[in-house]
């Protein structure tokens, strides 16, 4: 069971890109509390804020707006290089290119981390060493990038995001890259490291794999339009019955359905965009009355 004490906690945390009239809002005011122990799969389409909110919570970038705290300690506000050490402690993070450095072996790249942390260089490999065995990959050490498949890639990837000890793990599309078996590989892996305790948040466009998670969040234009933890969205009962029958089912044809249905949500409905805008005006003039306030 995890534990009730939120373990990562933004609130009000948006991202504007751009500058003027070319801006994008790609997270959009987004407030959410995950708790110790929690695996979480995020959901929604190309383009609705997934990875910003991801490198938001993996300290890879910063809120344009907002608070976030770690482990109840206010980070967002921490100077770089300080904030470059609370990540290395807390966050490993997995990316669906691998991002593997390709002249160094499977071993070297999975003691970078701890190279960073000043670790001596004998500590280091071992460390490396063990985080490897972890993912079944003793017998790799020595492979360049270039001598690996796709699937060991990852798993190489995950050492290097485990070498340090971290209690958080990010994947955004771990399997994106990845056919069905390595894919199984993979969130088995997860699903261990989940099981060991850790925080894993997963970013995921297969339906079928956030039945590893036991909180799905799924996203939409910059904001988290449905949470299975609080069962607030406005959609709730579609994507409800999706969860569930995604929960349930082994049939492949089944889940095909749901995925496709998932990927068209919401349906697109002339009084949901009127009520769109009044709220974007709404949370305008609630920025301004902010910005005011913080003026004074
Ligand atoms: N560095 C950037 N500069 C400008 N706009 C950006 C930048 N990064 C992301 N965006 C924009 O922010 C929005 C959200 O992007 P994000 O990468 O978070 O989407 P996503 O949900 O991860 O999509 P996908 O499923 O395709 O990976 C998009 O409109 C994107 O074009
Ligand atoms: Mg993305």
């Known amino acids: 069971m995890a534990e009730q004490r939120p373990i990562i906690s933004i609130e009000d945390v948006s991202k504007v890109y751009g500058f003027g009239d070319a801006t ?67 966050i490993g993070y997995i990316f669906q290119s691998f991002n593997l450095l390709p002249r160094l072996t499977a071993l070297e790249n999975v003691a970078l981390p701890l190279a960073y942390k000043r670790v001596p260089q004998t500590r280091r490999l071992k460390a490396a060493a063990r985080a ?27 050492a290097r995001a ?23 590989v993979v969130m088995e892996l997860l699903s261990e490291i989940h099981k060991l305790g850790n925080t894993v948040l997963m970013v995921t466009h297969n339906p079928s794999l956030t039945r590893y998670a036991d909180r799905i969040l799924y996203m939409l234009d910059g904001s988290i339009v449905y949470d299975e933890a609080s069962a607030v ?43 769109k805008g009044k709220k974007k005006k709404r949370r305008k003039s609630a920025r301004k009355k902010r910005g005011k306030k913080a003026k004074k």
């Open 162 to 184: 485990l070498v340090n000890g971290p209690s958080i793990i990010i994947a955004d599309e771990p399997t994106g890259n990845l056919d069905s078996t390595s894919a199984r």
């Open 24 to 90: 994008t809002v790609a997270l959009d005011e987004v407030s959410l509390d995950i708790n110790k122990g929690e695996f979480i799969a995020v959901m929604g389409p190309s383009g609705s804020g997934k990875t910003t909110l991801m490198n938001i919570i993996g300290m890879l970038d910063r809120p344009s707006h907002g608070i976030y705290k770690l482990n109840g300690r206010d980070v967002s506000r921490q100077k770089r290089n300080k904030q470059a050490k609370t990540r290395r402690d807390n």
């Open 233 to 275: 969205g406005e959609m709730p009962t579609r994507v409800q019955r999706a969860v569930q029958a995604l929960r349930t089912s082994d049939d492949d044809e089944k889940l095909a359905s749901v995925s496709a249905m998932m990927e068209t949500m919401p349906e697109p409905k002339s009084s949901d965009d009127e009520d």
């Open 132 to 158: 490897l065995d972890q993912v079944g990959l003793s017998d790799k050490e020595y492979n360049l990038p270039t001598q690996l498949s796709g699937g060991q890639l990852q798993r190489v990837a995950i």
